[in-house]
T-cell receptor, first 114, second 110 residues
């Protein structure tokens, strides 16, 4: 099925541990995004990649890094996890332009940092 | 800077009743506007979008939304709510680096 695939779906980390969240899309979209979702705050943009080979910071980039591995894949890395990074993380992709179609989202990664 | 406001944190409606979820945006030019729905434990799914033309747009699952420039609003409506519509709804602005509202959780009572 066409769409955005995120792994893992759930993860528990200890403070200070590192991990990488994986995201892949098969819709040939140029743009990919990482958002975090916290209660009452909607979705906030962490990092984005407008096209293959480019990445840029969003609203809440501190504590994260990203890699746009190729057109399909966009990973998010937590180098030293903190309890404040407990959240649900969503990857999305889109094809922006004159008539944007909106985002296609993955099903999310629920991360708990203890 | 763009912003999206959803004034209602949660709304409860009876099954079969009509629904209106409010959304206000701030943007200089005509914005790209979207409504998404999120069922528990799931990602967000696009319901409908607006960026030009007819100000009343139709979406999936029987939803529609009306763009009102004079009120900077893009409210989501459904004439008759079903129990399966219980979910969280997000209004969003911008086709690139989309800004999301905080969401409105819809409860449906029998």
């Amino acid at each position: 099925n066409a769409g955005v695939t995120q792994t893992p779906k759930f993860q528990v980390l200890k403070t200070g541990q590192s991990m990488t969240l994986q995201c892949a899309q098969d819709m040939n979209h140029n743009s990919m995004y990482w958002y975090r979702q916290d209660p009452g705050m909607g979705l906030r943009l962490i990092y984005y990649s407008a096209s293959e080979g480019t990445t840029d910071k969003g609203e809440v980039p501190n504590g994260y890094n990203v890699s746009r591995l190729n057109k399909r894949e966009f990973s998010l890395r937590l180098e030293s996890a903190a309890p404040s990074q407990t959240s649900v993380y969503f990857c999305a992709s889109s094809e922006p332009g004159q008539a944007p179609e909106g985002y296609t989202f993955g099903s999310g990664t629920r991360l708990t940092v203890v | 800077a763009q912003s999206v406001t959803q004034p209602d944190i949660h709304i409860t409606v009876s099954e079969g009743a009509s629904l209106e979820l409010r959304c206000n945006y701030s943007y200089g030019a005509t914005p790209y506007l979207f409504w998404y729905v999120q069922s528990p434990g799931q990602g967000l799914q696009l319901l409908l979008k607006y960026f030009s033309g007819d100000t009343l747009v139709q979406g999936i699952k029987g939803f529609e939304a009306e763009f009102k420039r004079s009120q900077s609003s893009f409210n989501l409506r459904k004439p008759s709510v079903h129990w399966s519509d219980a979910a969280e709804y997000f209004c969003a602005s911008g086709g690139f680096k989309t800004i999301f509202g905080a969401g409105t959780r819809l409860f449906v009572k029998a």
